[in-house]
């Protein structure tokens, strides 16, 4: 698919007007900022114009690219070092240096990432880093015919997400001990689910459990009335 022009006062009218044309989330589109026009009394008064190309990411494409480009690697025999060139490969598609190592913790492969513009590979809410560690862990699974639980971290992201989903817990507990009543977080990931459950593992006050379907599910926080919950932690 070719690329199309979009045009608005600000990025986020271009991008509406993107996502409205194309049938498509944002996180979905590749998206260039072609120009930028402002007009008017030394460039303050005037109206301002952003113009991108924006087309649908084509993820075939993608994946074909960096097997591609990854063709003449090694002859891995290790998903450690293959993956590090599979996620490498993917950065080189974007145009990003990914600088990656690997370590092993708690049962998992862990990619450790380091990038300039490691936001774009994070995403809204870690949503772009999510897909990417579900990609390398199919990826790796084909190659090696075994399934590794794999976590893939960019720039320190999912130690400031652990603070901050801690913080956030410990709040509605707090508000939990108060009202006597159940809270619910925000749609969380397995492994931010994870982090609020082992919060509150052995506390004798207070219990988890996760509630909903597919991939995200919310996180119930409520008074321990003697209830045992563990089997419900998924």
Partial sequence: MDFVEFEGKTYEEAIKKATTSLNAEEKDLEIEVKEVDTKGILGLLGSKKIRILARVRQTKDIAEEIAKDIKSVIETDSPE???MEFIQGFGRIL?????????HANGRLIFYL??????ILIGKEGEVLEALQFILRLAIAKRYKQGLR?????NGYREKRKKALTIMAKRLADRVKRIG???????LNPYERRVIHTLFKHNKNIKTKSEGEGHTKKVIISLNR???V???RR
């Fill in 226 to 228: 003697g209830a045992h």
């Fill in 181 to 187: 009543r159940p809270l619910k977080t925000d749609p």
């Fill in 230 to 232: 563990n089997g419900n």
């Fill in 150 to 154: 794999i976590l893939i971290d960019i």
């Fill in 95 to 103: 145009g990003l240096t990914i600088n990656a190592k690997t370590a």
């Fill in 81 to 83: 070092e293959y993956g």
């Fill in 114 to 119: 380091q990038c300039d513009n490691g936001d």
